[in-house]
């Protein structure tokens, strides 16, 4: 699982073209996804372990090409958004140094997401 993860990260990371990343963005938010893996753990106590490294290995994927490839950046955003991380909120702050105004506005609706989502959690 966390070798599909990091197998998905490296295809998303070397993509060369926007189709090739969004299969690679849909397939990482699908395997990441928070809900599937809080399914998991109620009938698996060591999925809560695997489905934070898988999430937060997506997630770190996501981020990057959310800010390096624009014309996915919805659908990275959309993915980075379903995988909730443990690490997400640190790596969009951090992200954040550095770019351009766009970029810095585009991350901060991310922030902003996942707070909201971390509020409701609590």
């Known amino acids: 699982k966390v070798e ?13 073209d926007d189709a ?3 299969a690679s963005i849909k397939a990482l938010g699908t395997l990441g996804s928070s ?16 489905g934070d490294k898988v999430r937060n290995e997506a997630s770190d994927a996501l981020i990057e090409t959310f800010v390096s490839a624009p014309t996915v950046r919805e659908e990275a955003k959309r993915a980075i958004l ?31 997401a996942l707070e909201k989502a971390a509020a409701r959690a609590k």
């Open 4 to 16: 599909s993860a990091k197998t998905l990260a490296s295809a998303l990371r070397g993509a060369k």
């Open 20 to 22: 090739t990343r969004s």
């Open 35 to 50: 809900w599937a893996w809080a399914a998991l753990s109620k009938s698996d106590q060591s999925a809560a372990q695997t």
């Open 82 to 112: 379903k995988c909730e991380a443990s690490n997400a909120l640190s790596r969009v702050r951090s992200a954040k140094k550095g770019q351009n105004a766009e970029t810095v506005a585009a991350l901060e609706g991310i922030e902003k």
